[in-house]
């Protein structure tokens, strides 16, 4: 099945800073993905995703970019906020013809004030 | 308004005991998912349905069991709760339009113990 690396796994940055995270995924066929936030002790919500004819998808401070020949995609948030604070998961599709996702492990931002 | 829900949201069990949690959707989404989330780990896919009486096993299947009766129910069914069970159970489901993917919307989550 698809391996979904995502990293940092923690990340800390100064409010107003920008915030990057990393993801890498296995099966080149592989054609949706999309990022999602999730809250202390709320449920993962859809924040942003990208389909595999797009390079980049933009959304007032986040952005996403994708890379399809080395196989990874970026979370982007600019001018952090102390409510952009929680864990960032990316996910891809198993398949090309599947509606499976695989997911990420997480990274857990934390915007300084 | 068209929501998904998950019952109970809080469950504490004993060891070898059966555990039904249950997830409805009401947005007529022909896709369902269910998955654990434990630390370290992310989101892990146990069981999923792609329609009525369709039934699929995820990367974590063991241990658990779904049925899909019709389009807005899909129950998880522990079937002797083991310790190394005790997680958070999220459902979520998606529409399936031919060729294309769409957007998972993700329950409030169940935290199971299993004691």
């Known amino acids: 099945g698809e391996n979904v690396e995502q990293h940092p796994s923690t990340l800390s940055v100064q409010e107003g800073d920008s915030a990057v995270i990393k993801c890498t995924y296995s099966d080149s066929a592989s054609n949706y993905f999309p990022w999602y936030k999730q809250e202390l002790g709320k449920r993962p919500q859809l924040i942003i995703d990208i389909r595999s004819n797009v390079g980049e998808k933009k959304d007032q401070r986040i952005a996403v970019t994708l890379n399809k020949t080395a196989k990874h995609f970026s979370l982007h948030i600019t001018e952090t906020q102390p409510e952009d604070s929680a864990v960032y998961f990316c996910?891809?599709?198993?398949?090309?013809?599947?509606?499976?996702?695989?997911f990420g492990a997480g990274t857990t931002v934390t915007v300084r004030a | 308004d068209a929501e998904i829900t998950q019952s109970p949201r809080h469950k504490i069990t004993e060891t070898g005991r059966q555990v039904t949690l249950a997830c409805h959707q009401t947005w007529n989404h022909n896709n369902m998912f269910w998955y654990r989330q434990d630390l370290g780990h992310g989101l892990r896919l146990i069981h999923y349905s792609y329609g009525v009486h369709d039934t699929n096993k995820g990367e974590v299947s063991d241990g658990y069991s779904v049925s899909r009766s019709n389009t807005e129910d899909l129950p998880l069914t522990l079937e002797s709760a083991a310790s190394s069970q005790t997680s958070v159970y999220f459902c979520a489901s998606s529409e399936r339009v031919s060729g294309r993917k769409e957007t998972q919307y993700f329950g409030p989550g169940t935290r199971l113990l299993v004691l």
């Open positions: 996910a891809a599709t198993i398949r090309s013809n599947d509606y499976k996702l695989s």
